[in-house]
T-cell receptor, first 117, second 110 residues
């Protein structure tokens, strides 16, 4: 199997606070994980690529100081939304790439719904 | 122009119908083509994965890639109410950065 979990599944926080979201590959190791954001009725937009043991690569327009990514092990990546504001409210989804297979598919977590009041 | 275009629907069909979902793209460098199914408030689930052009079949699902036309399709035969979901196409140049379509919402009614 290739199971990816996310925690928490939903979170509500006050404006100005920070929120940490965890992404874990449960039954495989993932050198590379990806973080996406999805607004209602819109597609997934890649925010950043997270590589184990190195700095994340952010997509254009994504503030690296606001969205802190840490990929400390081959099974865990975290996304911290710092000083969250209502416009950061969204559905955050991670994926983990199963390396060593011919297609190196990405397997997605169930997502975390963030609501900033 | 978006790199990947997908009709958002919604597409409503009766149970048993053949469903055709499509995406067009502009980047001729795309080599990997995927279809994902996403239920409401859930993460995407990989349905089909195709490299380069051609057809791929898996049960009731068939994926087609026409690189000359920059057009990909997903066909669902004998559609079921449980197929009701949003279907996302995605593609990439290599195996990392995925570019997604906006998704087509499908509803199969009994």
């Amino acid at each position: 199997g290739a199971v990816v979990s996310q925690h928490p599944s939903w979170v509500i926080c006050k404006s100005g606070t920070s929120v940490k979201i965890e992404c874990r590959s449960l039954d495989f190791q993932a050198t590379t994980m990806f973080w996406y954001r999805q607004f209602p009725k819109q597609s997934l937009m890649l925010m950043a690529t997270s590589n184990e043991g190195s700095k994340a690569t952010y997509e254009q327009g994504v503030e690296k100081d606001k969205f802190l990514i840490n990929h400390a092990s081959l099974t865990l990546s975290t996304l911290t939304v710092t000083s969250a504001h209502p416009e950061d409210s969204s559905f955050y989804i991670c994926s983990a790439q199963k390396t060593g297979t011919p297609t190196e598919e990405q397997f997605f977590g169930p997502g975390t719904r963030l609501t900033v009041l | 122009q978006k790199e990947v275009e997908q009709d958002p629907g919604p597409l409503s069909v009766p149970e048993g119908a053949i469903v055709s979902l499509n995406c067009t793209y502009s980047n001729s460098a795309f080599q990997y083509f995927m279809w994902y199914r996403q239920y409401s408030r859930k993460g995407p689930e990989l349905l089909m994965y195709t490299y380069s052009s051609g057809n791929k079949e898996d049960g009731r699902f068939t994926a087609q890639v026409d690189k000359s036309s920059k057009y990909i399709s997903l066909f669902i035969r004998d559609s079921q109410p449980s197929d009701s979901a949003t279907y996302l196409c995605a593609m990439s140049v290599n195996t990392d950065k995925l570019i997604f379509g906006t998704g087509t919402r499908l509803q199969v009614f009994p």
